[in-house]
């Protein structure tokens, strides 16, 4: 079978890969001539974990390629997945320019049957979009050519993209026709033999099962970090909490850590989308509005914690920050909590210094030089008075506090995660703050 995927992101690049270990052979489409050139050179654009051996090994295969140009691979495959980005707009709807660029090019190239399936996160009736574009650019050309287009919305996250597309708890395809449906169950068969299941349903429906999981993961943890603060003021520890929710079956025990906020490219932008596709449709989604309201504070907590910890007084002050990128295992800082915290220590007259295992590249393009950049983790902390742990890398966990201890000048700690015993860090003499 041969496919091509556009967009050569993280979803993209995850998505072409995974198909092509499965003997799928795929062509990756980007309009980034250099992210394109680096992939044909063996490099790769983004961190992810597993994801440059599993490329490089496809691609000595022969079964993976990259291109810039879409156009003239659509004559050899019968799938193309869109997986461009879906960026909010000012107004927080999602912003469909290059789902349709997409769109418009295979309705203006197309010579055979195709099946255009969109993998990225789109609004309720994106689908009949891609439709009448696609539609539109044929009857320009004067040409009838059939068609159909797909919904396949993605559930990988970053960090685990591999794991979680090639051992997905579900793949959900929304199809409009029998032979759209039979592509797609011959190119997902591999993952059906494997025991994944596969569900088929209306378009509109799998557009939307997209936003409402991402939407219900969101609700979880700004619930979370709702009970954490409310657990501080009366006396009561959130992580005993979660424990004991999580292990009823119904709640479950994931995604229900409380922390400094979610940020990624994500939860933040599908979150606003689907407040705006209510909004467009006369319905206020009024947990989703206060799930919103919620991260936007909590993603202040950290830097709350240390200023009231100094009196409100942080002029002069080296706060130590440990991760900078928006979840461990990526390089990834949009909406990253990390960039709310430094803001406000700068504002508030702080000196900030920063590490993080993978993200300090990405860090200097997005802030430069506001913030002092150290080589590693306990150089980081040299002379400072306070750290704060934003990103719960795993090197993270279990430091030696014996030689932080030496290298700081002052004891404050704040842990944005909830990841270090309270008794530990008591005993070690050091002002530890958790969140709840
Ligand atoms: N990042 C993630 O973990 C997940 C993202 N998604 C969704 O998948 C979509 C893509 O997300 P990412 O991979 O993170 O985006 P990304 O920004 O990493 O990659 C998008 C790529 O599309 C390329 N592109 C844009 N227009 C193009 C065109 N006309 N032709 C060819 N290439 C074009 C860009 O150059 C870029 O390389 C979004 O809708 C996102 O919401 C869904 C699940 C997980
Ligand atoms: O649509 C998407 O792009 C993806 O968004 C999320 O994946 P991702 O953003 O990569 O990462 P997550 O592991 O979900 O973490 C998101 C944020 O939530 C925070 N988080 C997560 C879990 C938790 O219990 N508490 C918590 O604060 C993380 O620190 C991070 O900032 C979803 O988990 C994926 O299923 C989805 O495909």
Redesign the pocket.
Same mark, same amino acid.
């Given at each position: 079978m041969n496919i091509a995927i556009?967009?050569?992101? @993280? +979803?993209?690049? /995850?998505t072409g890969t995974c198909f092509s270990e499965m003997g799928v052979d795929v062509t990756c489409?980007?309009?980034?001539e250099a992210?394109i050139k680096a992939l044909q050179g063996g490099v790769m654009?983004?961190y992810e974990p597993g994801l440059e051996s599993l490329v490089l090994k496809n691609v000595e295969a022969g079964r993976l390629h990259f291109t810039?140009d879409?156009t003239a691979c659509l004559d050899n495959v019968s799938i193309v997945f869109?997986?461009?980005?879906?960026?909010p707009d000012e107004d927080g709807s999602?912003d469909l320019? @290059? +789902?349709l660029? /997409?769109a418009r090019?295979v309705g203006r190239s197309i010579n055979k049957y195709t099946l255009l399936v969109t993998?990225?996160?789109?609004p309720v009736g994106t689908a009949q979009k891609v439709k009448a574009v696609i539609q539109e650019e044929l009857d320009k050309r004067g040409v009838t050519i059939p068609f159909d287009v797909a919904s396949n919305?993605?559930?990988?996250?970053?960090g685990a993209?591999i794991k979680d597309f090639m051992a997905p708890d579900r793949v959900v395809v929304g199809i409009e026709s029998d032979h759209a449906r039979k592509l797609m169950e011959r190119l997902y068969r591999p993952f059906v033999l494997n025991g994944y299941p596969i569900l088929f349903m209306d378009i509109p429906s799998a557009e939307m099962t997209?936003y409402a999981a991402?939407a219900m993961l969101a609700t979880r943890i700004s619930f979370m970090n709702d009970i954490a603060n409310l657990c501080e003021r009366v006396g009561a520890d959130v992580e005993c909490v979660r424990k004991g929710i999580g292990s009823d079956t119904r709640i479950g025990k994931h995604f229900l850590y409380a922390g400094c906020g979610y940020g990624?490219?994500?939860f933040p932008?599908?979150v606003k989308a689907l407040l705006y596709t209510g909004k467009e449709n006369g319905y206020t989604m009024r947990v989703i509005e206060a799930v919103e309201e919620v991260n936007e504070t909590q993603k202040s907590i950290v830097f709350e914690k240390v200023n009231k910890l100094f009196n409100n007084d942080l002029k002069g002050k080296i706060v130590a920050i440990w991760g900078l990128a928006f979840k461990p295992d990526t390089d990834?800082m949009?909406e990253a909590p990390a960039l709310v915290v430094i803001d406000k220590l700068i504002k508030a007259g702080a000196i900030v210094k920063v590490y993080d295992p993978i993200a300090m590249d990405e860090c200097k393009r997005r802030i430069g030089n506001q913030v002092e950049y150290a080589k590693d983790m306990y150089d980081v902390v040299v002379d400072a008075d306070a750290l704060s742990l934003i990103t719960e890398w795993k090197q993270f966990r279990l430091p030696s506090w014996k030689c932080i201890k030496r290298l700081m000048r002052g004891n404050v700690i704040v842990d944005g995660r909830n990841i270090y015993d309270q008794e530990e860090m008591e005993n070690e003499y050091f002002v530890y703050s958790r969140i709840g």
């Open positions: 556009v967009g050569t992101g @993280y +979803v993209g690049l /995850v489409v980007d309009i980034n992210k654009p983004i810039t879409l869109s997986a461009v980005g879906t960026p999602a320019r @290059y +789902v660029d /997409v090019t993998k990225s996160t789109v919305p993605e559930f990988l996250k970053e993209a997209k991402n990624g490219s994500c932008k599908d990834d949009r």
